[in-house]
């Protein structure tokens, strides 16, 4: 199944995040046929290769036009056709689930460091290392960290409850951060 191949791919990664074929297209999880139809037709006009107005690129850029192209056709091709996005919805749900979670933390549980340009949260882990996220990870999901004094602010979409898992930085274990829809933080200024 080439779908379970793919997601399987997105939670064992490395890296923090990937981007479901929702998030490629820019709709909702529960959008309808027409709007995804729309945010594709959208989206393949602006990163098409041929739409691409400025022909002094460097490689480097034509090629990200070009993956982001193929990421978006991919979308459409699982989330365009009713059966297969039943499946991938199916698989998705599954792997979400099934994440290999070790604890459910809250943002009161982690430390806050303010670096200047990245606000950082940390949670140690039994290992000995620590899971991080830093506010440009938090912006990729939806939600906007603001410093205010000594305090941190942090926002979800919507203001809804919702969660991120954090991998550590050594081991394969994973905690679940739970986010109230706003919450705030002291900064740790010790460290």
Known sequence: MIIKSRLGAMISSSNLFHKTHYEILGVKEDANLEEVRKAYRSAILCFHPDKQQNASETSSSESLTENKFLDIQRAWETIGNPRSRALYDAELLTLRQD???????????????????????????????????????????????S????????????????SVVLPCGS???????????????PIDVHL
């Open 147 to 162: 410093r205010d004094g000594e305090m941190v602010s942090l926002l979800t979409s919507k203001s809804l409850p919702t």
């Open 171 to 185: 081991c394969s274990l994973k905690v679940r951060l739970l986010i109230n829809g706003n919450s705030r933080l």
């Open 99 to 145: 994440a290999a979670i070790s604890e459910d933390v809250s943002l009161d549980d982690l430390t806050v460091q303010d670096s200047g340009d990245i606000i950082e949260l940390s949670y140690p882990c039994r290992c000995g290392d620590y899971y991080f996220i830093d506010s440009f990870e938090l912006a990729q999901t939806g939600c906007s960290i």
